[in-house]
């Protein structure tokens, strides 16, 4: 099983930028596709990008043209890059691997600790 581990959040002000990083161990994380995720207190936990072992992605709308999610298969590590960050997007930020099935993307692993991404206004 992949053991991932999220890095790269911090305190940054609107209009900002930071890259997240999701480092994995074990010998199958090329053939995983990953997901980013989000959670701001009091809500649910959100999928914001998804990248397949073909490096084809997805992104949900309320991140689309802001983020960028890619990926490195020799580092054995995914990237989220964020920009033009705005308050709402404070949350706790997830990576984890994910199965597409008929109603979507699943998450399929366990979830880490994730890091805390703060957006100032």
């Known amino acids: 099983q992949v053991q991932l581990v999220e890095s790269g959040g911090g305190l940054v002000q609107a209009g900002g930028s930071l890259r997240l990083s999701c480092a994995a161990s074990g010998s199958t994380f090329s053939i995983n596709a990953i997901g980013w995720y989000r959670q701001a207190p009091g809500k649910q936990r959100e999928l914001l990008a998804t990248?397949?072992?073909?490096?084809?992605?997805t992104y949900a709308g309320s991140v689309k043209g802001r983020f960028t999610i890619s990926r490195d298969n020799a580092k054995n590590t995914v990237y989220l890059q964020m920009k033009s960050l705005k308050p709402e997007d404070t949350a706790v930020y997830y990576c984890?691997?994910?199965?597409?099935?008929?109603?979507?993307?699943?998450?399929?692993?366990?979830w880490g600790q994730g890091t805390q991404v703060t957006v100032s206004s």
């Open positions: 990248i397949r072992t073909s490096s084809s992605t």
């Open positions: 984890n691997t994910i199965v597409f099935t008929t109603t979507g993307w699943i998450q399929s692993g366990s």
